[in-house]
Every structure is written in structure tokens, then in C-alpha cells.
């Protein structure tokens, strides 16, 4: 295997507060639960997926200037991940519950994660790919991705975008959505069935970008220019406990695949890998007691 090359993953590092529910949950009473409390964002989750695989990566964001803050900013330390992190305000969390067939409700407060602004071009250049989350693409953090987005042109390098969520499709709207998409000029386009519909972003592929749709336990699709297009199966999963950061594993090993030359379809069958691996586990973890992720 070739060495690994660098990725810089820019986005949000909260922390998860995951509750599986114990039994069908009853209103206006107390309901069993198992709580626990677990890095998360989706650029940050990227960033030590990628790291387990022996990526070389750097992660951009903004936490707290707050305990929290420390904690999160140790555990990418921990996990090889070398941080370049703002410290300001109070940092972000997001209430994640999981019903018994491992779906999940997110409740999400980005605090500081928001808030990501003025990021020396130090922190972004010098790396073979880029990977950028939607949840930044409003506010103060779109010029950051614009930024790392003409760097990434200029040094000739892969850049990635995970679409996030339907909710913040609805909130900004498809149509600008996709318009801020392409302003990016990403390589990859990552998105789930319903993100893809809800957005029409198969739209997006086209001559540089490829647009990848995950269907759960479905078949992958790979839409690239000149309307071609494949899908790769994944292979079944025993039992789907939790889907939070499955996504994001799936990113990390595509991504980590691609800088190993792969071509699209064997990154799609990487990253199928790795998500299934995620799936039984609490949060975006592999194990529970994996990089210091889970803090009880």
C-alpha cells in the first residue's frame, strides 16, 4: 500500500449526547435509557475515521473556550488527528435519540462550531484532499470554504462535500443549495436517498464532479459526467443499532481509498466497510472503547 496522503477535513466539533432508548418510549413519565457522551460533527468524525485507516489529517474548526472544548480537542490529539481549532464562546452539542431500529432524531445546538471565521490559509494548505461539511456553507464559515475550495483548485487536490441533512436543505432551499454546491467545484458530492431527493442533487454531477448516494441497505449510486452511472451493494448488516456517523465513516474510507489511486466503485465498497462497522456501535464510534471517544 502507498503511503498515505494528507486530508484536511473542515467543519463542526461538538459533542454527541446519545440516549438509546430501553423499550418504546412513553410521554409525560420517565423513560429507561442508555446515555452516552461522544465526540461528534461531521467533519471532526471524517477526520478520525480517516485517521484509524492511517490518513494523515489535520481538522479546522471552532470550539468552546470551555472544559468541553478541552476535552473534544484532546480526544482528535488522541486519535492522530492534528487540530486546528478557534476557541471561543461555548461549544456545541447535539441530543441524538435513537429509537430500537437504530434511526435517529438529532436535537442540535453548533454553538461555536458555527461560527468557524478568518482561518489562516496555513491551516488548509499543503494537502492531497479536502473535505468540507454543508452544515458550514451559511454564515460566517462559507468564505472559509470558498477559501479552502481555490486552494484545493490551485494544488490540484480532491475536494469533497457531504450534503448533511434535509433539514438544512429545506432551510436554505434546493435550488440556492445546489447553487452553493457548485460555487465549491467539489470532486465528490456526498448525499443519502432522501438528502439527494429533496435537493435533486444527482443534478450536480457533471464534467469534475461526481455524485455519490447512499440508500442505506440499498445500492450505493455513482452518478458522473456523461450520464454514467453504477451502483455497488453493500453487504448486510446483523443488526442496525445506531446510524449516527455511518455517513461519516463511509466519507473517511472513500476518501482514504482515493488517495490510494482507487477508482470510484472499490472507494464506494471501502466505504461500505467501514459505515457497517459503525453501525452497532453508540455514536460515530467503531468501538466504545476506541480513541478515547466514548466519556462516561
Not at 479546522?60 to 473556550?65: F, K, L, M, S, W
Not at 435513537?98 to 471565521?117: C, I, K, N, Q, W
Not at 469534475?208 to 448486510?236: F, I, L, Q, W
Amino acid at each position: 500500500m502507498s503511503q498515505r496522503r494528507t486530508l484536511v477535513c473542515i467543519g463542526d466539533l461538538v459533542e454527541d449526547v446519545v440516549v438509546w432508548s430501553v423499550g418504546a418510549p412513553r410521554s409525560g413519565t420517565d423513560n429507561p435509557a442508555r446515555i452516552q457522551r461522544v465526540r461528534g460533527g461531521a467533519a471532526s468524525n471524517v477526520a478520525v475515521f480517516a485517521s484509524s485507516l492511517g490518513t494523515s489529517v489535520r481538522f479546522v474548526g471552532r470550539v468552546g473556550d470551555d472544559p468541553a472544548g478541552d476535552a473534544l480537542v484532546r480526544e482528535l490529539v488522541m486519535a492522530g488527528v492534528d487540530p486546528k481549532v478557534q476557541r471561543q464562546g461555548r461549544t456545541g452539542t447535539i441530543v441524538i435519540l435513537v429509537d430500537a431500529s437504530g434511526e435517529r432524531t438529532m436535537f442540535p445546538d453548533r454553538a461555536a462550531a458555527g461560527e468557524l471565521a478568518d482561518v489562516p490559509d496555513a491551516w488548509i494548505s499543503g494537502a492531497e484532499a479536502y473535505h468540507l461539511s454543508a452544515y458550514s456553507l451559511t454564515g460566517s464559515s462559507w468564505p472559509v470554504l470558498c477559501r479552502a475550495s481555490e486552494i484545493a483548485r490551485a494544488e490540484g487536490a480532491i475536494l469533497t462535500i457531504d450534503a448533511a441533512s434535509v433539514a438544512l436543505i429545506d432551510s436554505v432551499g434546493p435550488a440556492e443549495f445546489r447553487t452553493l454546491i457548485r460555487a465549491l467545484q467539489p470532486t465528490y458530492v456526498f448525499a443519502n436517498g432522501a438528502e439527494a431527493e429533496v435537493g435533486a442533487l444527482r443534478e450536480l454531477a457533471g464534467p469534475g464532479t461526481t455524485v455519490v448516494v447512499k440508500n442505506g441497505m440499498d445500492p450505493t449510486e455513482v452518478h458522473a459526467a456523461g450520464n454514467k452511472s453504477a451502483t455497488v451493494r453493500p453487504a448486510p448488516v446483523d443488526e442496525v443499532r445506531d446510524t449516527t456517523g455511518a455517513g461519516d465513516a463511509f466519507a473517511a474510507a472513500f476518501l482514504a481509498a482515493v488517495l490510494d489511486n482507487a477508482e470510484p466503485v472499490e472507494a464506494v465498497e471501502a466505504g461500505h466497510s467501514l459505515a457497517r462497522r459503525v453501525l452497532t456501535q453508540p455514536g460515530a464510534n467503531l468501538t466504545t472503547d476506541d480513541q478515547g471517544a466514548v466519556r462516561d
